[in-house]
């Protein structure tokens, strides 16, 4: 008797589906924790250069990536680990343009026009960016700050807590609410990796008993160490749909890479309680 194979066949067709799906969601993660770099090619009258060549180079680690740009004279470099970056730009009857000083910061796109002038190709031009070019955001409607290293280093924090620079941007509050969001609506991502703690799906410490405590906000399954985190950025509202979850605050946390040249740090924090007064509510329940 010949066995009915349809339902096998939906079967196969369910698993296939439920893979493509899979896979579509980790991109998506991946994204938060990447930056891109993207922009216009133009000549000394405004009008576009289609073809030019661009290239896109880490000045840590000398690792390059190339493109042409299109009819439009656009060019886009996606999943781009953050960091500092230079950009080539070589067309046919233009000199060469060299862009030094970009700097590609976590789940936010950098907006780099180049405008070329008439030459040979051996000649080359030399401009570096300045630190406004990165700050407004002008490629998507996402709303958010990005903190760098050198913020996490160098601000106050409790007990070396990252969560506790959230409240430093308009619409956190130092509960986790994100401008009108519930901190439990709030998503974390760590080098693009989900660190959420499912059960109250908050930011910030290791423990999910904190998560009634006017913490910044709280519980992550990961400990968030000053130290290891190179940069973050919250999306406080408009993410765009790469971040794939959540209705509340996007958090993109990177971890510091490493770069061609050997390097380290060496930090000691002391914090003196001699002179320090004892909080109200702790004297009150007998912690000294």
């Not at 620079?165 to 009108?180: F, I, R, W, Y």
């Not at 990796?193 to 290791?206: A, K, L, P, R, W």
Request: hydrophobic residues 40%; negative net charge.
């Amino acid at each position: 008797m010949k066995r009915n194979s349809y339902p096998v066949r939906q079967f196969g067709l369910f698993c296939g589906l439920l893979a493509l799906l899979c896979i579509g969601s980790m991109t998506a993660v991946a994204q938060t924790g990447t930056s891109s770099v993207r922009g216009t090619v133009i000549d000394p009258n405004g009008q576009v250069v289609s073809g030019a060549t661009v290239t896109l180079t880490s000045t840590e680690t000398n690792t390059t990536r190339t493109q042409q740009t299109s009819e439009s004279g656009i060019y886009v470099f996606e999943l781009v680990p953050p960091g500092p970056y230079r950009v080539d730009v070589e067309a046919t009857g233009f000199k060469k343009k060299i862009v030094t000083n970009i700097q590609a910061l976590v789940a936010k796109p950098t907006e780099v026009n180049v405008q070329l002038e008439i030459g040979a190709v051996t000649e080359s031009v030399t401009v570096a960016a300045t630190a406004n070019e990165v700050l407004l955001n002008t490629q998507d409607a996402t709303l958010g700050n990005n903190f760098v290293s050198q913020q996490i280093a160098q601000l106050p924090l409790e007990a070396r807590n990252v969560a506790a620079l959230l409240t430093l941007q308009p619409g956190v509050t130092k509960e986790g609410a994100v401008t009108g969001s519930r901190a439990d609506q709030a998503n974390v991502t760590l080098d693009g990796v989900d660190i959420n703690e499912q059960q109250s799906n908050q930011i910030g410490s290791t423990s999910s008993s904190d998560a009634s405590s006017l913490s910044p906000s709280t519980s992550t399954v990961l400990r968030l160490n000053a130290e290891a985190i190179d940069e973050f950025r919250v999306v406080t509202a408009n993410p765009n749909a790469q971040f794939g979850r959540s209705s509340g605050a996007q958090v993109s946390l990177i971890t510091k890479g490493g770069t061609n040249e050997y390097h380290g740090a060496l930090f000691w924090f002391h914090r003196p309680t001699v002179l320090a007064a004892n909080d109200f509510f702790n004297h009150r329940a007998g912690v000294y």
